[in-house]
C-alpha cells in the first residue's frame, strides 16, 4: 500500500513537474518575443514599402523589398568617420569609466575608511540633484572641455549607480580572510587592490564594462552639445544627421521626381535604417560577453 501511494505520489509530481516546466517555457518564449518582435519589426521595415508597413502589411515578412533606405545611409561620406569616432569614445570611456568605477567603490568598500559614511552620502546625492543642462555646460565650458573627446567622459566620469554595485560586490563577495591575510603579509591598500580585489572580481567587471559600451555607443545627445561640427560626431549623431538632411522641404521636393510623398517614403526608409544600423555593432558584440555578463549579474546572489 506505501508502495503504491508512493508511485502515485511520484506520478503526480512527475507530472506536475512537466507541467510547470511547460508553462515556464511558454511564459520565457511570450515575454523573448515581445522583446526581440520591435526590433525585428525594424529590421523588416528597413527593407520594406513604408506605405505597406503603415497600411498593417508588414508583420512577419518584408513587403515590397528595397534596400534604398541603407544605400542612402551609407552614401553619406561622414559615417565611416563617425563610426571610428564611436569606436575611439567607446572604448576610451569604457576603460576610464570602469577605472573611476574601481577607483571609487573599494575605498567606500573599507569599512575602516574614516568619513566613509559621509563619503558614500554625497555620492548618492548626485543620484537625485544635479544642476541642469545650462549650469553644467558652462563648467564644462570654462574648463575649457568644449570641442573635446573628454567632455564626453569628465562630467559624468563616475556612474554611481554603477560604483553602488561595485562596492557592494567587493564587501559581500571578496573572501575578507584574504584581504586579511594580504594585510598580514604587509600588503597596502593599493596592493591589495591590484592582487586581490581585481583579479577576484572579473565578473562584475565584465558587467560594468557592458553597461559602459552600451551606455558611450547610444549616447548622441552629449555629442551634440559639446563636439560641434560633423569632424568630431560618433555614429549615432550621424546617423540623426542623414535623418534630418532627409526631411522633407519645399526645396528638395520640386525637384525629386514624386515631389513630397517619395521624400516622405525615402525619409521613413532611412529612419528604419539608421535605427539598424546603430544597433548592429552592439548586437554582435552581446553574444560574446554573454556569459561574462550573467557570471557577474549572478555573483554574490548567494553567499556561502
Same mark, same amino acid.
Given at each position: 500500500?506505501?508502495?503504491?501511494?508512493?508511485?502515485?505520489?511520484?506520478?503526480?509530481?512527475?507530472?506536475?513537474?512537466?507541467?510547470?516546466?511547460?508553462?515556464?517555457?511558454?511564459?520565457?518564449?511570450?515575454?523573448?518575443?515581445?522583446?526581440?518582435?520591435?526590433?525585428?519589426?525594424?529590421?523588416?521595415?528597413?527593407?520594406?514599402?513604408? #506605405?505597406?508597413?503603415?497600411?498593417?502589411?508588414?508583420?512577419?515578412? %518584408?513587403?515590397?523589398?528595397?534596400?534604398?533606405?541603407?544605400?542612402?545611409?551609407?552614401?553619406?561620406?561622414?559615417?565611416?568617420?563617425?563610426?571610428?569616432?564611436?569606436?575611439?569614445?567607446?572604448?576610451?570611456?569604457?576603460?576610464?569609466?570602469?577605472?573611476?568605477? #574601481?577607483?571609487?567603490?573599494?575605498?567606500?568598500?573599507?569599512?575602516?575608511?574614516?568619513?566613509?559614511?559621509?563619503?558614500?552620502?554625497?555620492?548618492?546625492?548626485?543620484?537625485?540633484?544635479?544642476?541642469?543642462?545650462?549650469?553644467?555646460?558652462?563648467?564644462?565650458?570654462?574648463?575649457?572641455?568644449?570641442?573635446?573627446?573628454?567632455?564626453?567622459?569628465?562630467?559624468?566620469?563616475?556612474?554611481?549607480?554603477?560604483?553602488?554595485?561595485?562596492?557592494?560586490?567587493?564587501?559581500?563577495?571578496? %573572501?575578507?580572510?584574504?584581504?586579511?591575510?594580504?594585510?598580514?603579509?604587509?600588503?597596502?591598500?593599493?596592493?591589495?587592490?591590484?592582487?586581490?580585489?581585481?583579479?577576484?572580481?572579473?565578473?562584475?567587471?565584465?558587467?560594468?564594462?557592458?553597461?559602459?559600451?552600451?551606455?558611450?555607443?547610444?549616447?548622441?545627445?552629449?555629442?551634440?552639445?559639446?563636439?560641434?561640427?560633423?569632424?568630431?560626431? %560618433?555614429?549615432?549623431?550621424?546617423?540623426?544627421?542623414?535623418?534630418?538632411?532627409?526631411?522633407?522641404?519645399?526645396?528638395?521636393?520640386?525637384?525629386?521626381?514624386?515631389? #513630397?510623398?517619395?521624400?516622405?517614403?525615402?525619409?521613413?526608409?532611412?529612419?528604419?535604417?539608421?535605427?539598424?544600423?546603430?544597433?548592429? %555593432?552592439?548586437?554582435?558584440? #552581446?553574444?560574446?560577453?554573454?556569459?561574462?555578463?550573467?557570471?557577474?549579474?549572478?555573483?554574490?546572489?548567494?553567499?556561502?
Amino acid at each position: 500500500m506505501t508502495k503504491q501511494t508512493g508511485t502515485r505520489a511520484k506520478r503526480v509530481g512527475g507530472l506536475s513537474d512537466r507541467t510547470s516546466d511547460i508553462f515556464l517555457v511558454v511564459i520565457c518564449l511570450f515575454i523573448a518575443f515581445l522583446v526581440a518582435y520591435p526590433l525585428y519589426y525594424v529590421l523588416i521595415a528597413s527593407v520594406s514599402n513604408p #506605405y505597406d508597413v503603415y497600411a498593417g502589411k508588414t508583420f512577419l515578412l %518584408p513587403s515590397g523589398f528595397s534596400l534604398k533606405g541603407y544605400q542612402a545611409v551609407f552614401a553619406d561620406d561622414s559615417l565611416l568617420t563617425g563610426f571610428l569616432n564611436s569606436v575611439k569614445y567607446t572604448v576610451i570611456g569604457t576603460v576610464f569609466s570602469v577605472a573611476m568605477v #574601481y577607483l571609487t567603490a573599494y575605498p567606500l568598500s573599507v569599512r575602516t575608511l574614516p568619513g566613509r559614511k559621509f563619503f558614500s552620502i554625497l555620492f548618492i546625492i548626485t543620484m537625485y540633484f544635479g544642476g541642469g543642462l545650462i549650469p553644467t555646460y558652462l563648467v564644462v565650458k570654462d574648463t575649457g572641455l568644449i570641442n573635446s573627446m573628454w567632455a564626453l567622459f569628465l562630467p559624468g566620469g563616475v556612474a554611481v549607480g554603477n560604483m553602488i554595485i561595485v562596492r557592494n560586490y567587493f564587501e559581500n563577495s571578496i %573572501p575578507k580572510d584574504l584581504v586579511e591575510a594580504a594585510k598580514i603579509d604587509g600588503a597596502s591598500h593599493w596592493g591589495i587592490f591590484q592582487k586581490v580585489i581585481i583579479p577576484l572580481s572579473k565578473p562584475i567587471m565584465a558587467v560594468m564594462v557592458v553597461y559602459s559600451m552600451v551606455a558611450y555607443w547610444n549616447d548622441w545627445f552629449t555629442a551634440l552639445i559639446y563636439l560641434p561640427g560633423e569632424a568630431k560626431a %560618433p555614429l549615432p549623431l550621424v546617423l540623426r544627421n542623414v535623418l534630418i538632411k532627409s526631411s522633407v522641404t519645399a526645396a528638395q521636393a520640386s525637384t525629386i521626381s514624386g515631389g #513630397y510623398a517619395e521624400l516622405n517614403k525615402m525619409t521613413e526608409m532611412i529612419k528604419f535604417s539608421s535605427i539598424i544600423v546603430a544597433a548592429l %555593432p552592439m548586437l554582435i558584440l #552581446y553574444p560574446f560577453v554573454q556569459k561574462y555578463f550573467e557570471k557577474g549579474m549572478m555573483a554574490g546572489a548567494v553567499k556561502g
